[in-house]
């Protein structure tokens, strides 16, 4: 990843912090709302003004850590100070200047950086003095509100202004690998693994990350942004509020993806859940690797309980039979090296382009073996396909005549033979059925009402 700088955002609890971050990224990356200490883990984003791109860091609010759980967010803060160029102290218009405040302001001066202290919600305030605030130290003070957007030019200008002039370029090399699963699978755990330091928080309860934490890593010479994302309840399950926007969040980091890692507990392997949760990245058409988390945690482990698992999980997963197993442990780091590997190998199986003609050749080899099957006079008959090139994933477009009579199992027949050929392991593929003559289709006759005698 090519070094931008970072600018952190710190402040106590509930001023606004994930608004402001927002604002910055004119997304809804952050979570929002009015519940104090949302935001858990610290949460980046790049944000692209004028010439210039740098990272923004949002962060969790400042307060004495009550026990290690806390302890955790307050160190991560500090890491984000640390390894920030330019800090953004925020605090609000609207209240009085508190204790929380003065060390957040304490901290940040500490740092010998520049600081920028941004007075937010000025739109709740008839008159805005700047001498109220220069008490804590700070020379540069700004007032924004991030519901009205009001003084975000200006904020902008001033925090390109202290900050090297550098530009990012667009890499569609990336790999986007996202890590979904129910909630304390090992998520966070893994995505620590993965990157070698502490990112994200680890806990011991359920439902620690609610936010889409992402960050890139290098590996073999290629870029792979990691996302780890909130875990999937149960419909019934799902709270309103924060957790309800944590599941939307991770469904769109699975849009967002290339591959996704599905984490399931060695010690639940038959769970309903799971497998629905692959079969929204099947139908999302994105890579799959189905990764059996805790593997240290069993207590009896015989020579052959790896081969004993592995029908098991396939029989239950059978409708994603292209996907790799791996058996892995965050703890000691089994197979997890492995992870990075596979989604190496995954990425260009989904970047693989085959000319037209060798399709229509593979085309006429598949009726050749196993010709289609349909009703009496319509028969379907496939003439030629093509694939799309405009598409992030293998889709490929047949055309022909009958093709809505086509099988099911016959739709599968043709997907196993294109996976066999061409060896799309580890990725979802589309095939997409369309008539060649699509204006000379015969309506189907209407039979008339039925009548009782």
């Not at 971050?21 to 949460?43: C, M, P, Q, W």
């Amino acid at each position: 990843m090519k070094k931008l700088p970072i600018i952190a955002i710190v402040g106590r609890a509930n001023v606004g912090k994930s608004s402001i971050f927002n604002t910055l990224l004119r997304t809804r990356e952050a979570i929002v709302a009015k519940e104090a200490g949302t935001t858990r883990d610290s949460i980046m984003g790049k944000v692209s003004y004028g010439n210039q791109d740098f990272w923004i860091v949002d962060t969790a609010g400042m307060k004495d850590a009550a026990d290690d759980f806390e302890a955790t967010i307050q160190e991560q803060i500090t890491q984000a100070v640390d390894s920030a160029e330019v800090i953004c102290v925020v605090i609000e218009a609207d209240t009085i200047l508190t204790n929380e405040d003065r060390k957040v302001a304490q901290l940040a001066l500490k740092s010998k950086k520049p600081i920028v202290l941004i007075v937010n919600k000025v739109d709740k305030v008839k008159n805005f003095e700047v001498s109220d605030y220069q008490k804590l130290g700070i020379k540069t003070i700004l007032p924004t509100s991030a519901t009205q957007t009001r003084g975000f030019d200006a904020l902008l200008e001033e925090l390109t202004n202290l900050i090297p002039k550098t530009k990012d370029r667009d890499n569609d090399d990336i790999i986007r690998l996202a890590i979904v699963g129910r909630p304390n699978v090992g998520k966070s755990q893994l995505f620590n693994t993965l990157l070698k330091k502490q990112q994200a928080v680890v806990a011991d309860r359920a439902g620690t990350t609610r936010d889409v934490n992402k960050i890139s890593i290098r590996f073999e010479n290629k870029q792979i942004q990691l996302m780890d994302t909130a875990g999937i309840r149960r419909s019934g399950k799902i709270g309103q509020g924060i957790e309800h926007f944590s599941v939307i969040r991770t469904l769109a980091a699975i849009e967002s993806s290339d591959i996704c890692l599905l984490l399931i507990d060695v010690n639940e392997l038959s769970v309903a859940l799971d497998q629905k949760i692959a079969g929204m990245v099947k139908d999302a058409n994105k890579g799959l690797i189905i990764v059996v988390s805790k593997w240290d945690s069993l207590d009896e482990k015989t020579p052959y309980i790896h081969d004993e698992l592995i029908p098991r999980i396939r029989h239950e997963y059978q409708f994603v039979p292209w996907a790799p197993v791996v058996f892995t442990s965050a703890i000691t780091g089994q197979n997890v090296t492995k992870l990075l590997s596979l989604s190496l190998e995954i990425f260009t199986s989904r970047n693989r382009k085959i000319k037209t003609s060798e399709l229509n050749k593979w085309l006429r080899d598949a009726l050749a073996k196993h010709p289609p099957a349909g009703l009496k006079n319509t028969n379907p008959k496939l003439n030629y396909m093509l694939q799309e090139d405009d598409n992030s994933s293998p889709n490929f477009k047949i055309y022909g005549s009958h093709t809505r009579y086509l099988h099911w199992s016959y739709k599968r027949f043709l997907e196993r033979e294109l996976r066999e050929k061409y060896d799309f392991a580890g990725t979802a593929i589309k095939l997409w059925f369309f008539e060649k003559h699509i204006d000379r289709i015969k309506k189907p006759i209407k039979l008339p009402p039925y009548r009782k005698s």
